[in-house]
Each structure stands twice: as structure tokens, then as C-alpha cells.
């Protein structure tokens, strides 16, 4: 055997380290004579001690990894002393997501400690599995740098990614955790307005069902006993051609409240189809939009209140229900 091998089984680390691209790095090693006979995923736990074996495995499925300059694909494969390894090292999507990306963000109030932002339908507020960029997250770091320094970066609730409308976002610690306090005391108002099939029973109703995982579809939510308490008020506005115009008043704030507690009453959203909704009014999503958003002020204690006028596409099929008249004063009306 040869003195390179015999110095490399010393040190069990990779040999060379080399630049790859932003979000990759290059790394080679002799496999030694301790190693031999080893899987490869193993080797590469102790090439990339930083990484789990499952996103080692990742990177072998994907092509990353060589074997005496051949793409080795298996994970099982047993390597043999003095083989020449080389893996490119791509950080997990989840150890990319936070960071700036400029996406124009609608804002209509700032200070030095809370913003509220107008989200439009189809922007994702956190990144998570299938959306690690191009969020709500990712533009506030862009727009604020010392966002970065906050958990979440400020963000203290969520809107769904196809529901449009008012939330508010913490910019200092102290906005933050003033925030979060008040959420969980339920004393923020927050009001959405909807359009749900079907003829509602009562014109005002208060629904309290828990709300969990649906464990026959994991991907949504359901009223089930080993949910958490959850509370919507809802208030007919208007009738007609088989859709309601409803308003919705959160008094907890549950993953899918709304469309959840409606559909629990038979009345899903108009256009949800992942909770039996379908497509009318020409919505091609879900018929949400979160219209009134009110609360003290976490610093000063200031009340503030705002108002935000639905996106086209809602605002033209809520109008074939209510009319245009009384859609221009669904602002006042919601201030109640």
C-alpha cells in the first residue's frame, strides 16, 4: 500500500475542500484502510459530519457523489480502500430559505417596532417544505436586514397562500413578543370576508369545534375531539345563485380556521377544493380575504385599525352576490 494511503488512514477527513458555487461546496478523500468495506452514505457521514445521513442519501440519489470519477447512485454501495471519493456538498433547502429576496411587499403601515402588509393570494408567508423561497419571510429580510436578528423574522400569524389580505409583522423584539401576547389573549381583531356554497341555516352563527390534523388526509385539517379550541362568528351579508356572502370573525387563530369551521357547517369556500369547494364567480382560489385587521399598539399602546379593499378577482364575484353598493361600504360595516 502506498505512504499517500497510509498518511490519509491518519486522518479520516476529506483531503481537499474546493469552492463550489453559492450554495455548494467540493469535497475529495482516499478512502482509507479503516474504511474499507464501508457504505458510502456512512464515509460520507465522517467527509460531512455537518450534514444528516438522510441528506447524504439525498445527495447520492441526486448524482452528486463519485466514485474514482464515476457517479455513484447507491447508497449501499461498500467502497474499497484507496478509492477516490468526491461528493458536492448542497446545503438542505431548509438552510437556504432564510435569506433576502426582493419581492415587492405591499405596506401600509410601518414604524420602528410593527408593519402591516396587504398580502396578495398566491404569496407563501413562511418558507416550508415545497416553498423554501419566494415567501413573505424571504422579502422582509430583504426589505429589513435586522429582521434576521427576530424569530421569524417578525412574522407573529399566518395567512394561507391563496388567502389575500391585512397582517401584521413585528420589527423589534419588544414589537414582537408585544404582539404574540396579545394574539394568544385573543384581544386582535381580525375579520375576513368569504363566499361559501350553499344556503346558511341561521344568518348569524358561532362556531366552536376543535380543529387537528384530519387523520384520513394528512395534508388538512378537521373539527376532531383531540383538536384545539378553536372559535369563528359568522354573519350572513348575502344570498343568491346557491352562494353566500359571508363575514368571519376569528377569535383563534387555528392552520385553515375558517375554511375548516365553514366546511364543518356544509358550507366550504367557494373554489377550496383541497375541503370540498368548487370552482364558481370565476375564483380560481380560495374565496378568502382577511378585510380588517385591529389592535393596540404593542409599544405605545396607540389603537390602530386598517381596512383592505379585496383583490379583483374577489371583489368582482363578492359583488355578483352583495352588489356594487354595498360593496363600497363593507370597510364601515367591518368596523362594527
Known amino acids: 500500500m502506498s505512504s499517500a494511503l497510509t498518511d490519509a488512514d491518519a486522518d479520516p477527513r476529506p483531503d481537499e475542500v474546493e469552492p463550489g458555487d453559492d450554495a455548494s461546496e467540493i469535497r475529495t478523500h482516499a478512502v482509507t484502510l479503516d474504511q474499507h468495506g464501508e457504505r458510502l452514505d ?23 457523489v463519485l466514485l474514482e470519477g ?34 415587492p411587499l405591499s405596506v401600509v403601515y ?42 421569524r423574522a417578525g412574522i407573529v400569524h399566518r395567512l394561507d397562500k391563496d ?10 423584539l419588544e414589537g414582537v413578543t408585544g404582539l404574540m401576547r396579545d ?14 356554497h350553499g344556503r346558511l341555516k341561521f344568518d348569524e352563527d358561532s362556531i366552536e369545534a376543535p380543529i387537528g390534523r384530519d387523520p384520513k388526509v394528512r395534508v388538512r385539517m378537521a373539527v376532531v375531539n383531540s383538536g ?7 354573519s350572513l351579508v348575502a344570498y343568491d345563485q346557491g352562494i353566500a356572502a359571508v363575514r368571519c370573525t376569528l377569535h383563534t387563530g387555528r392552520t385553515h380556521q375558517i375554511r375548516v369551521h365553514l366546511m364543518f357547517r356544509g358550507h366550504p369556500l367557494v373554489s377550496d377544493e383541497l375541503y370540498g369547494g368548487r370552482p364558481a364567480l370565476g375564483m380560481t382560489r380560495q374565496a378568502l380575504h382577511a378585510a380588517h385587521l385591529a389592535f393596540k ?9 386598517f381596512d383592505s379593499a379585496p383583490p379583483d378577482d374577489f371583489r368582482q364575484a ?19
Not at 480502500?81 to 435569506?99: I, M, N, Y
Not at 402591516?116 to 393570494?121: C, L, Q, R, S
Not at 394574539?183 to 361559501?196: H, N
Open 228 to 234: 384545539k379550541w378553536a372559535k369563528t362568528e359568522i
Open 70 to 103: 464515476k457517479v455513484s447512485s447507491s447508497a449501499s454501495t461498500k467502497v474499497k480502500a484507496g478509492w477516490r471519493v468526491q461528493v458536492e456538498l448542497v446545503r438542505p433547502a431548509q438552510d437556504q430559505a432564510f435569506k433576502p429576496e426582493d419581492i
Open 297 to 305: 399598539h404593542p409599544v405605545t399602546g396607540e389603537p390602530l385599525r
Open 42 to 64: 456512512k464515509l460520507l457521514t465522517t467527509l460531512a459530519p455537518e450534514f444528516s445521513r438522510a441528506h447524504l442519501q439525498g445527495l447520492i440519489a441526486d448524482g452528486r
Open 318 to 336: 363578492w359583488a355578483t352576490i352583495v352588489g356594487d353598493d354595498l360593496l363600497e361600504d363593507f370597510s364601515d360595516d367591518l368596523a362594527e
Open 183 to 196: 394574539i394568544a389573549s385573543r384581544v386582535v381583531s381580525r375579520k375576513y370576508l368569504a363566499l361559501v
Open 110 to 151: 410601518e414604524d420602528e417596532h410593527v408593519m402591516v402588509v396587504d398580502k396578495p393570494a398566491g404569496l407563501v408567508v413562511h418558507p416550508a417544505a415545497g416553498n423554501w423561497s419566494g415567501t413573505l419571510l424571504n422579502g422582509i429580510l430583504h426589505r429589513d436586514p435586522k429582521a434576521a436578528a427576530l424569530p
Open 163 to 172: 388567502t389575500s389580505g391585512l397582517m401584521v409583522v413585528g420589527r423589534t
